[in-house]
């Protein structure tokens, strides 16, 4: 049953509990939703008890056009989910976006979070949405012109089925991993009050996620670093992380973009039950 958490700006976010065992919070990527967990969570669910959040203005979680989305706001959003919920030895595995406020989550909960795996970390744009320009020319287009100071609203605001998935196939080693249902769930917030606004602000904000990796080095419990072969990350964004958090290595997904939970939910789940012993 998907239930609702009441958020600092004054709005919510949708979250689920699904399965019983130790706690793992799942938090998704950029340009998705609660949802992009299912796979994951129903490979999991007879081991642990797996929180599903939806990141604030995301999906069906309504978006205040008032709100600054940033990394410290969405931060901030997850600590207070995991104290109001009274969550203790707890793991958390995000992607993408989500695999960075793994990190920064974990720095402000020492003593509640015990492990973190940050799958395809989105930590390393120079200008607005660099990473997901990575993906092909026609996502470099558009971003380009979503951008743009004076007309980039209007250009977000002609986001339809066809441009979104042509941008997410960049994202895919595989865009048969995509399948339709999901993308029309993905199509149905395109139409959501403030979705422009949000989408926009949080590519805006992008100094936000790559500065947050200044605070890695205060993380002194165990970090699973994974990227899929064909993430957007190149090598040095890659290697700079791994040396920031002190890590010998990174694993390696084969065959894999940067939607991974969406594209090889077996090699995810099973990253996540053999190093979380």
């Known amino acids: 049953m998907i239930k609702k958490f009441n958020i600092k700006d004054n709005t919510f976010i949708r979250y689920e509990v699904i399965g019983k065992g130790p706690p793992i919070l799942l938090l998704h990527t950029i340009r998705n939703r609660l949802e992009y967990s299912y796979k994951v969570s129903d490979l999991l669910k007879k081991k642990y008890t797996l929180y599903l959040l939806e990141l604030p203005g995301f999906g069906d979680s309504p978006i205040n056009i008032n709100t600054k989305y940033d990394q410290e706001f969405f931060t901030g959003c997850v600590v207070d989910f995991i104290k109001e919920n009274k969550l203790k030895n707890?793991?958390?595995?995000?992607?993408?976006?989500?695999?960075?406020?793994?990190?920064?989550?974990?720095?402000?909960?020492?003593?509640?979070?015990?492990?973190?795996?940050?799958?395809?970390?989105?930590?390393?744009?120079?200008?607005?949405?660099?990473?997901?320009?990575?993906?092909?020319?026609?996502?470099?287009?558009?971003?380009?012109?979503?951008?743009?100071?004076?007309?980039g609203s209007f250009?977000?605001?002609?986001?339809?089925?066809?441009?979104?998935?042509?941008?997410?196939?960049?994202?895919?080693?595989?865009?048969?991993?995509?399948?339709?249902?999901?993308?029309?769930?993905?199509?149905?917030?395109?139409?959501?009050?403030?979705?422009?606004?949000?989408?926009?602000?949080?590519?805006?904000?992008?100094?936000?996620?790559?500065?947050?990796?200044?605070?890695?080095?205060?993380?002194?419990?165990?970090?699973?670093?994974v990227y899929g072969d064909n993430d957007w990350a190149n090598k040095n964004n890659k290697n700079d992380t791994k040396d920031i958090f002190g890590l010998a290595n990174y694993n390696i997904i084969k065959d894999c973009g940067h939607f991974s939970f969406l594209e090889k939910p077996k090699e995810v789940s099973k990253i996540l039950s053999s190093q979380n012993k």
């Open 90 to 151: 707890l793991m958390i595995a995000g992607e993408s976006i989500g695999a960075v406020l793994s990190a920064t989550t974990a720095v402000k909960l020492p003593k509640i979070v015990n492990k973190i795996f940050l799958f395809n970390p989105y930590d390393y744009d120079n200008y607005f949405g660099e990473g997901i320009s990575r993906a092909n020319l026609f996502a470099k287009f558009i971003l380009f012109n979503i951008s743009l100071p004076l007309v």
């Open 155 to 225: 250009f977000s605001s002609l986001e339809n089925k066809i441009i979104l998935k042509n941008i997410l196939r960049g994202g895919f080693f595989d865009i048969k991993c995509l399948s339709n249902e999901y993308l029309n769930l993905l199509c149905s917030s395109i139409k959501k009050n403030g979705y422009t606004y949000h989408f926009r602000n949080v590519l805006k904000n992008y100094k936000s996620w790559t500065e947050a990796k200044k605070l890695y080095n205060k993380i002194k419990i165990p970090v699973s670093l």
